[in-house]
């Protein structure tokens, strides 16, 4: 049974940094492209940021290019997101994401497969 836990999550002033992981288990994980979407009150889910199954490339959202940064480490079975320079407006309850079946589409939630239940950043002006 697959799982993805994330955890990070946090408070911190506007311009602060914090960084989220998201651990997984019960999967292949070396072999899941992964994503990390956000949902702040009252909004649609949105895409952040994405990371091929070899980490060879990144994918960002333009609200998060140059300030956030995703990588992966396959044998921990673990995915990370750092965010520098952070705003007000990026207070949301952050989800990684896997897709099991490698499309290309990164920035649809349509393509992910396994979620976690979420981690909260709050960014306070």
């Known amino acids: 049974q697959v799982q993805l836990v994330e955890s990070g999550g946090g408070s911190v002033q506007a311009g602060g940094s914090l960084s989220v992981s998201c651990a997984a288990s019960?999967?292949?994980?070396?072999?899941?492209?992964m994503g990390w979407f956000r949902q702040a009150p009252g909004k649609e889910r949105e895409f952040v940021a994405a990371?091929?199954?070899?980490?060879?490339?990144?994918y960002y959202s333009d609200s998060v290019k140059g300030r956030f940064h995703v990588s992966r480490d396959n044998e921990k079975k673990t995915l990370y997101l750092r965010m520098d320079r952070l705003m007000p407006e990026d207070t949301a309850v952050y989800y990684c994401?896997?897709?099991?079946?490698?499309?290309?589409?990164?920035?649809?939630?349509?393509?992910?497969?396994?979620w976690g239940p979420g981690t909260q950043v709050t960014v306070s002006s």
């Open positions: 019960g999967g292949a994980f070396g072999s899941w492209n």
């Open positions: 990371i091929k199954w070899s980490g060879s490339r990144q």
């Open positions: 994401a896997a897709d099991s079946y490698g499309s290309t589409a990164y920035d649809s939630e349509d393509v992910y497969n396994y």
